[in-house]
């Protein structure tokens, strides 16, 4: 039976190799969409930019705001995911 289900699926075999590597690639899409360290990364370039005086207060507050909004999002994402 097993040779038979082989022989039978082999003309759909390439269809499910695509498949696989679609689903390897979403996977690792997530994987760097829903990665914490790059945001925490610009969190601290915008607070060195901010001491240095390239930016202004306000314009440090909206960014931090968006920056603290996609670590929330990011948790969320990973305690459903738990």
Same mark, same amino acid.
């Given at each position: 039976?097993? =040779? #038979?289900?082989?022989? =039978?699926?082999?003309?759909?075999? @390439?269809?499910? +190799?695509? $498949?696989? +590597?679609?689903?390897?690639?979403? %996977?690792? +899409?997530?994987?760097? *969409? *829903?990665? @914490? +360290?790059?945001?925490?990364?610009e969190?601290? /370039? #915008?607070?060195q &930019? !901010?001491?240095?005086?390239?930016?202004?207060?306000?314009?440090?507050? !909206?960014?931090? %705001?968006? !920056?603290? /909004?996609? $670590?929330?999002?990011?948790?969320e994402?990973? &305690?459903?995911?738990?």
């Amino acid at each position: 039976m097993g =040779l #038979l289900t082989q022989l =039978l699926t082999l003309p759909v075999a @390439p269809v499910r +190799a695509v $498949l696989w +590597a679609a689903q390897r690639v979403a %996977d690792k +899409a997530e994987d760097e *969409y *829903y990665d @914490p +360290a790059p945001v925490w990364r610009e969190l601290a /370039d #915008l607070e060195q &930019r !901010l001491l240095r005086g390239e930016i202004d207060q306000d314009a440090f507050d !909206l960014r931090e %705001d968006e !920056l603290i /909004d996609r $670590l929330t999002e990011i948790a969320e994402f990973r &305690r459903q995911v738990s």
